[in-house]
């Protein structure tokens, strides 16, 4: 447990974490941290609600579970994770954590053997957007500093967890977007480079594409650069021949 002096940097330290620019798993490493940091405990695992699905996935653990993480889920409502999802609520168990009617065991994880288990909502505006779960090995009663501080956490971490989401998501459409636009700029190429083909050796369109593509693969160049190349040679070509041309005006 934190002592007072203690909870001030505790709290400084929250404050310039959700300030910051971190990543989605940099900030859930800070919560695993702050977690073990508040609590003392043996064990921390966090889980982010699929925006998609609304499923509970496991998304960071102090422990480590590299076969697990992202791929291990709960539905709303399942466990005793998926009961304080659902219900915005905290859970404590001070012994036989597994003995509690909504718990539910997973044979990957080690802490689902241990005694303790406190979980609490992680929460942004009001909503919940994933789970901190802290276990203990031995018996652990949970004083209520201890709940209040990382039902805080929760509450302020929540907030940081749903910034770091919506940066990455905006990320994700920044770059398909982008990328849209390569393909819709390289079709362009092509397409221009083909009519070029058609010109120069009276292909048909089919003819010219099948050109191009047979050409990127035997030289082993993306088919845009290739269409540059012809468009370029095109250009000089033309230019060469209206300086010829003026000369010989």
Not at 96 to 113: M, V
Not at 239 to 247: D, F, L, Q, T, V
Request: overall charge negative.
């Amino acid at each position: 447990m934190e002592p007072p002096s203690s909870q001030v940097d505790l709290l400084h330290r929250i404050s310039s974490v959700v300030a910051s620019e971190r990543s989605l798993d940099e900030m859930l490493g800070e919560i695993v941290g702050i977690a073990v940091r508040v609590t003392g405990c043996d064990a921390c695992l966090v889980y982010l609600i699929d925006t998609t699905s609304g499923e509970i996935v496991l998304s960071a653990s102090q422990v480590p579970h590299a076969q697990e993480l992202g791929k291990l889920s709960l539905m709303m409502g399942e466990g005793v994770t998926g009961w304080v999802a659902e219900h915005k609520s905290v859970v404590a168990l001070a012994s036989n954590a597994a003995q509690d009617p909504r718990f539910r065991r997973f044979a990957g994880l080690i802490e689902d053997t241990y005694e303790a288990f406190l979980s609490v909502p992680l929460v942004s505006g009001g909503e919940v957007v994933g789970v901190i779960n802290v276990h203990h090995r031995e018996p652990h009663a949970h004083t209520p500093q201890e709940i209040a501080l990382l039902t805080f956490v929760g509450e302020q971490m929540g907030v940081a967890v749903a910034k770091a989401r919506l940066a990455e998501e905006n990320a994700r459409l920044l770059e398909e977007t982008q990328e849209m636009k390569r393909q819709l700029e390289t079709r362009k190429l092509v397409e221009r480079a083909k009519g070029i083909l058609q010109q120069r050796y009276h292909l048909t369109e089919e003819e010219a594409y099948l050109r191009l593509r047979n050409e990127s693969r035997r030289m082993r160049r993306p088919m845009r650069d290739l269409a540059e190349a012809i468009i370029l040679a095109e250009d000089l070509s033309r230019k060469s021949e209206a300086r010829n041309g003026e000369e010989k005006e």
